[in-house]
T-cell receptor, first 114, second 112 residues
């Protein structure tokens, strides 16, 4: 596609509910990144894929967070048993190869846990 | 470790004023440096970048110079417009690294 597409755009979850956030990267982009952006803060790295391999998941805040990219294209970020502190905008980005210096970001999914 | 520090906002200026948003970084070696912009309701967009010392990145009238001696990458624009109102993020990518590390962002308001 023309850009990085994320869905849903907005998600309201009750505390304890599981959620799944989808990212559709630019076609052919090898690298895919997930970031978490709390209100008024900069994006914080969560995890990184190169094709289907998850090469870095050091930023995932707890074992309730899980990401996958089984066919090296679409990725899903899953959050189990959501808590209020999970409320944030979740950003996905992709880039064409490991030497590319910048990413293309999607518009994000705003998650509100009530 | 690697980190980015940028001036806190909000920054409020009148149209046509000169803009500087300060950014300094901590990193080993020579990281790549970026400025991203986030307009209201939109995702992050790459504004400009510089990949080695003394490089100047520029786009849409904005400029930033990679200063290794002062570990800085300040964003400047000679004459701002109302449409420049947004949040600006300074960021770095470590050498041989994959993830980009962002500063906290600086909100810019331009008054007509």
């Amino acid at each position: 596609g023309a850009g990085v597409s994320q869905s849903p755009r907005y998600k309201v979850a009750k505390r304890g509910q599981d959620v799944a956030l989808r990212c559709d990267p630019i076609s052919g982009h090898v690298s895919l990144f997930w970031y978490q952006q709390a209100l008024g803060q900069g994006p914080e790295f969560l995890t990184y894929f190169q094709n289907e391999a998850q090469l870095d998941k050091s930023g995932l805040p707890s074992d309730r967070f899980f990401a996958e990219r089984p066919e090296g294209s679409v990725s899903t970020l899953k959050i189990q048993r959501t808590q209020q502190e999970d409320s944030a905008v979740y950003l996905c980005a992709s880039s064409s190869d490991r030497t590319n210096y910048g990413y293309t970001f999607g518009s994000g999914t705003r998650l509100t846990v009530v | 470790g690697n980190s980015v520090t940028q001036m806190e906002g909000p920054v409020t200026l009148s149209e046509e004023a000169f803009l500087t948003i300060n950014c300094t970084y901590t990193a080993t070696g020579y990281p790549s440096l970026f400025w991203y912009v986030q307009y209201p309701g939109e995702g992050l967009q790459l504004l400009l970048k510089a990949t080695k010392a003394d490089d100047k990145g520029s786009n849409k009238g904005f400029e930033a110079t990679y200063r290794k001696e002062t570990t800085s990458f300040h964003l400047e624009k000679g004459s701002v417009q109302v449409s420049d109102s947004a949040v600006y993020f300074c960021a770095l990518r470590p050498p041989r690294g994959d993830k980009i590390i962002f500063g906290k962002g600086t909100r810019l308001h331009i008054l007509p």
